[in-house]
């Protein structure tokens, strides 16, 4: 590796591009609104401010927009299930630092160990919203069997 991860992120930070929160809230196809609530949830870090006193976002802000969205949306999250599933993210993220910043073997497993923890508490949380998706998608296809049956018996009825 030529350059170290801070020079990396050195190199981001100068070229980094802000968006308005008409923009994001464009891009995310949300309202301005929403992203305040975020904000105020504890869902986003507060937004940096323009000397104007505008909200400015930057790419990492709208991808995590998007992905509170993704959460919402596909998994059926609440706010507050969000909160905590975001806040395992950024959780893990510091375990990433810190196995990627250690030299000390033991102290990269004790990381890699608490990744995982945190990764099964996801996954349980996941697993959880499943099996209710699943359980309603059972009932609803005993709805159709019944509506099935009852369809056969007037059919044969009307006979």
Known sequence: ???????????N?????YYSI????????????????YEEMGLLPQAERTEGNYR???EEDLQRIIYIKSLR?????????IRKFLQAEDER??????FRQGADIQ???????????IIREQLTLIEQKMNGLKSMQQQLFERM???????????????
Do not use: C
Request: proline letters at 0%; aromatic letters at 4%.
């Open 1 to 11: 590796m030529t350059h170290s991860d801070d020079d990396e992120e050195d190199q």
């Open 13 to 17: 930070t100068t070229t980094q591009n």
């Open 56 to 58: 400015r976002y930057t």
């Open 73 to 81: 949306e596909l998994m059926g999250l609440s706010l507050g299930e």
């Open 145 to 159: 069997e019944k509506h099935a049956l009852k369809r056969q018996a007037l059919q044969e009825r009307d006979f």
């Open 107 to 117: 102290q990269k497993l004790v990381h890699l160990d608490r990744s995982d923890e």
């Open 22 to 37: 008409e923009q994001v809230a464009t891009r995310a196809q949300l309202t301005k609104r929403t992203l305040r609530y």
């Open 93 to 98: 993220e510091q375990e990433r630092t810190a």
